[in-house]
C-alpha cells in the first residue's frame, strides 16, 4: 500500500493544539500516512501560545505531499493579506494536491484565491470578516466541515479531528476511521455543526433537552420516523422541538434523520454483502431507490460505486 503524505504548513501565530492533529490522528495509521512538519522558512515557529515549536522541514517538502493542511493562527494575525511566505510556499504545492484548513486558515485559502466560488467554512466568530473580505467564497459558517473534493476547509479547534477523521473515512472506509477514532478516543462523527456551539441564552434547569430523542431514533431508524413522533417521544409540542432540536443539533431533525440513515448505509455497504434494497429497509429509507438518491445528494456516487470503493479496506460480514 502507498503510503500518502501529509505536509502540515505551521504559519507564525499557530495554535499548538491544532497543529498536533494530523499528527494524532494520521499518525495511528503509520502504515498508511506519513505526516511531517514544516514552516514558510524551515526556521522555528512562533506559536500562540508561550513557547515556539522546531519544525523538520522547509516549504520545499509540500512539492512531495499528497495532501496540505494549514492549521490556524492566531486572531491577531488576521489579515486580508497572505501572511509573509505563504505565497512562496504555497507555490510549491503540486496542481491536484488535496488542501485542508481548520479554522482561520480558511483565512490563508481564501487570500490565495483557492475558495473562490467554492463553499467553505471557518470558526463563527471570524464569519462575518472573511464574508467581508472575500465575498466570492460561498461560506457557511453553520457546519463542522465543508468537503469540496481537493479543498476542504473546517472550523475551529475540535473540528480540525471531525475534518481529519473524515478524510481518514474517505480514504479507506468508515471501519478504518472508527479504529481511528477509539485509539483517540474521540467520537467518529459529530452529530449537527456550528450552530450548536454558538453562545446562547442559558435554559433554565428545568429544561429537557432532545439527546434522548435523539438516541431512541438511532435505535429506530428502521422505521419511518416522523417529527410527531420525535416530539411526542421528547413529550414537547413541534415547535418547541423543532426549535430546541436545532439550538442543541444545529440542523432540523429531518435533515438529521437524512445524515444519520446516510452514515449508517455507508457502514453497511462497506461491512455487510446485504443487497443495496435490504439495506434501505435497515436504515429507513424504505427502497433501494431512495437510498440511491439520498446517497447521491450526499456524497455524489451510487450505492454501488461506494461499496467497489470501500470493499477492499473492510471485510465483508453478514
Known amino acids: ?3 500518502h503524505r501529509v505536509a502540515v504548513l505551521a504559519l507564525e501565530g499557530v495554535y499548538p493544539f491544532e497543529l498536533g492533529i494530523p499528527s494524532r490522528v ?5 502504515d498508511r500516512y506519513e505526516v511531517v512538519t514544516c514552516s514558510v522558512d524551515g526556521g522555528p515557529v512562533v506559536t500562540n501560545a508561550d513557547f515556539s515549536v522546531t519544525v ?4 520545499e517538502v509540500l512539492a512531495t505531499a499528497d495532501t496540505v493542511l494549514i492549521p490556524p493562527f492566531d486572531l491577531s494575525r488576521i489579515s486580508r493579506e497572505l501572511p509573509p511566505g505563504a505565497a512562496g510556499a504555497l507555490a510549491a504545492v503540486r496542481p491536484g494536491t488535496r488542501i485542508v484548513s481548520i479554522c482561520t486558515g480558511a483565512f490563508v485559502l481564501a487570500a490565495a484565491g483557492l475558495l473562490d466560488g467554492r463553499p ?3 470558526h463563527w466568530a471570524v464569519a462575518a470578516v472573511f464574508r467581508s473580505w472575500y465575498p466570492a467564497v460561498a461560506l457557511d459558517a453553520e457546519v463542522l466541515f465543508v468537503d469540496d473534493g481537493d479543498v476542504l476547509t473546517s472550523a475551529g479547534a475540535a473540528s480540525g479531528v471531525d475534518v481529519c477523521l473524515h478524510l481518514v473515512r474517505r480514504d479507506h472506509g ?3 476511521a472508527n479504529h481511528v477514532a477509539r485509539v483517540c478516543v474521540v467520537p467518529p462523527w459529530r452529530d449537527g455543526g456550528q450552530a450548536q456551539y454558538i453562545e446562547h441564552p442559558v435554559p433554565p434547569p428545568s429544561a429537557i433537552g432532545t439527546s434522548d430523542t435523539r438516541q431512541w431514533a438511532l435505535e429506530h431508524l428502521h422505521e419511518p420516523l416522523t417529527l410527531v413522533q420525535l416530539a411526542g417521544h421528547a413529550r414537547m409540542s413541534l415547535r418547541t422541538f423543532a426549535r ?3 439550538d442543541e443539533v444545529g440542523m432540523s431533525p429531518g435533515r438529521w434523520l437524512i445524515q444519520q440513515r446516510v452514515s449508517r448505509a455507508q457502514f453497511l455497504l462497506e461491512t455487510t454483502d446485504l443487497a443495496v434494497d435490504d439495506i434501505a429497509g435497515q436504515v429507513g429509507f424504505g427502497t433501494g431507490t431512495s437510498l440511491r438518491e439520498h446517497l447521491h445528494a450526499a456524497i455524489g456516487v451510487t450505492p454501488l460505486a461506494y461499496r467497489r470503493t470501500f470493499r ?6 453478514r
Open 26 to 30: 494520521f499518525g495511528a495509521l503509520q
Open 312 to 317: 477492499g479496506s473492510a471485510a465483508p460480514a
Open 120 to 122: 467553505a467554512t471557518t
Open 1 to 3: 500500500m502507498t503510503v
Open 56 to 59: 523538520g522541514h522547509g516549504p
Open 174 to 176: 468508515a471501519a478504518v
Open 244 to 246: 430546541r432540536f436545532s
